[in-house]
């Protein structure tokens, strides 16, 4: 692999990130509020997660998943200065869609007024935008398409259980959405340098959301309690995280012929403060190399990933031709990865 124009087959055209835009929920669920409402305590959370606060959608409508996400697209069509007629395709990263049937990106669609362009959503719970970022390149840098609007969205917080039978997996999540524009271009130094993703089904027990008997995992009481709440293993996952996250970013620099100071950031899925300042330690790289947001939002899902680029491009931009690595991991068990120049 020599170059931007290689992974995946030969590449038409370069692929660039046009615009980018975000949306969090107006309220703020911190630590003081979740004391009131289970057994637990500030210094507990921050010590384990470091998340002080977190957002929480109103569920009603206002801002549920489709509507933060288009909400972050029109951002991104701001910024990228584009018409949503221009888009020739959505695809909303979601776990948390709104319904079966329609695709939440044809919700979407429709709320931005993109006409008749392609629409579809990919579940791979908090890799969702990482594997998005691989597959909407694909799709434009084949040439078949070029502009594709990526959004990361997830409101988890609906099925979670603010009570002390859930406070191991309340802490943690908040609601977000974030939004990447894919444009082509002819200069194709632009796109994806190296890029991975994997999965291991046999730990789909790890993290679930039950909503019939046999979602149960063997050797796992039936709970109807527990239906359409998140089943968490947080010490498995958290094994699995400190397991998978290096060793992914190793592979994928590996693919680049790359070294970690090579890279001008990265922009990983909020999972785990700790895991994260790990990985930084790894690496030896610098605080403004790896950017951190969980304090603030929590671990927002397919959203993670997104709401920090946007929050980077905001407040101090992105310089031309910068590699950016973007890394996540989740539920699946899944775990991928998405190295650009910019």
Known sequence: MSGPHQ??????????????GSCLPERKLTNADLVNMMETSDEWIVQRTGIRERRIADHTG???????????????LATAHMDAKDLDAIIVATMTGEMSCPPTACLVAAQIGAGACGAFDLNGACCGFVFGLNVAHG??????YRNVALIGADTLTRYMDYSDAGRSTAIIFGDAAGC??????????????AQSMHSDGAGWKEIYVPTQPFHFPEG????????????????????????????????????????????DLYICHQSNQRIL?????????PENKLYINIDRVGNTVAASVPLCLDEVVRSRGLPEGAKVLFVAFGGGLTWGSSLWQL
């Open 7 to 20: 992974p995946g087959g030969a590449q038409r055209v370069g692929v660039r990130i046009a615009g980018t």
């Open 62 to 76: 206002p801002e549920s998943t489709d509507k933060l996400a288009a909400e972050s697209l029109r951002r991104a």
């Open 139 to 144: 799709l434009v840098a084949g040439g078949a």
């Open 180 to 193: 990447a524009i894919l444009r082509a271009t002819d200069d194709t130094s632009k796109g994806i340098i």
């Open 220 to 263: 796992v009481p039936v709970d109807a309690c527990k239906y359409g709440r998140v089943q968490m293993n947080g010490a498995a996952v958290f094994k699995f995280a400190v397991g998978t996250f290096s060793n992914l970013i190793d592979e994928t620099l590996q693919k680049a012929r790359l070294k970690p100071s090579d890279i």
């Open 277 to 285: 300042h790990a990985a930084r330690d790894r690496f030896g790289l």
